[in-house]
C-alpha cells in the first residue's frame, strides 16, 4: 500500500449495524427548532451566532416543527403558553427529541413559589430529553447539551432483534 492509500483510507471497509449507521446519521444533523420565550432565548440565539458555529457539530436551526426534529424550550412556560408548546411538539415528525433550556423551563425558576401562571416545569407538558441548567446558561452549556442529545441518540435501538422459532 502506498503512503496515499493509507492517508484517504481508500481501499479500507467499514463494517458497521444499521442502528449506528442510522444513529449517527440521526445525531450528525440535528434541524433544532428555537421556542425562546425570556432572557434564554438570547444565549440561544447568540449559540446560533458566527462566533459559536452550530454548523460543525450538524446543527441546522429551522423555523418550523414539520422541520425540526429538536425542539428547544428556552424561558419562562406559563399556562397560556403551554398548549402552544404541546401542539408544536406534536406537530414534529418522529423522532423527535426536547432540550430544557435554564431554570424557568427547567422548574420554573425563581417564579416556581409565587408565580401562579408558571408550569412548574416543560416536562409537565412533553417529555424532555437533555435539562440545561443555568439563569440563563451560558451558550457552551447549550453546545453541552446538544453534544449530550447526540450522545444519547447514538445508544438508541432502531429495530428490534428478530426472535427465532425452535
Known amino acids: ?49 458566527s462566533n459559536y458555529d452550530l454548523d460543525r457539530i450538524g446543527v441546522f436551526p429551522r423555523p418550523s416543527p414539520r422541520q425540526s426534529d429538536v425542539i428547544i424550550i428556552s424561558g419562562t412556560v406559563t399556562f397560556k403558553m403551554a398548549e402552544r408548546i404541546k401542539r408544536l411538539y406534536e406537530q414534529m415528525p418522529e423522532p423527535r427529541y426536547v432540550i430544557s433550556m435554564g431554570s424557568c423551563s427547567n422548574c420554573g425558576g425563581p417564579y416556581w413559589e409565587h408565580g401562579y401562571h408558571v408550569v412548574k416545569g416543560v416536562d409537565r407538558i412533553i417529555p424532555v430529553d437533555v435539562y440545561i441548567p443555568g439563569c440563563p446558561p451560558r451558550p457552551e452549556a447549550l453546545i453541552g447539551g446538544i453534544v449530550m442529545l447526540q450522545e444519547k441518540i447514538m445508544k438508541e435501538k432502531n429495530f428490534e432483534g428478530e426472535r427465532k422459532e425452535g
Open 1 to 49: 500500500m502506498s503512503q496515499l492509500d493509507i492517508k484517504t483510507g481508500e481501499g479500507s471497509i467499514i463494517l458497521t449495524t444499521v442502528d449506528d449507521l442510522l444513529n449517527w446519521a440521526k445525531s450528525q444533523s440535528l434541524w433544532p427548532m428555537g421556542f425562546g420565550l425570556a432572557c434564554c432565548a438570547i444565549e440561544m440565539m447568540a449559540t446560533n451566532a
